[in-house]
Nanobody, 116 residues
Framework: QVQLVESGGGSVQAGGSLRLSCAAS????????MGWYRQAPGKQRELVAT???????NYADSVRARFIISRDRARNAVYLQMNSLKPEDTAVYYC??????????WGQGTLVTVSS
């Protein structure tokens, strides 16, 4: 079935940028909804952004003006361009795919560390 692999995490200073990538394998069909979530130490996992096949996007208020989510529908890949990073953006970022209403698939996570 569908498997997700994230990449692009790392350490960056406040104000810097990173681009996260998530590649899906094991599916030959376009995944209707893909997105990014994150979990900081001591906090619950939270929505960062999602994007549908039609290109509709949804962002958390905390990242709306700074992050951009995009996808390659044919390759079932999703990207997160993160600009103007802040220390509070430090978290493990997880890619999520919803191939259908009954299935939710998560990647293993990639760590983003933003230093002040």
């Amino acid at each position: 079935q569908v498997q997700l692999v994230e990449s692009g995490g790392g350490s960056v200073q406040a104000g810097g940028s990173l681009r996260l990538s998530c590649a899906a394998s094991g599916s030959i069909s376009s995944i209707p909804v893909m997105g990014w979530y994150r979990q900081a130490p001591g906090k619950q996992r939270e929505l960062v952004a999602t994007v549908t096949t039609g290109g509709n996007t949804n962002y958390a208020d905390s990242v709306r003006a700074r992050f951009i989510i995009s996808r390659d529908r044919a390759r079932n890949a999703v990207y997160l361009q993160m600009n103007s990073l802040k220390p509070e953006d430090t978290a493990v970022y997880y890619c999520k795919a919803a191939p259908n209403r009954y299935l939710e698939v998560w990647g293993q996570g990639t760590l983003v560390t933003v230093s002040s």
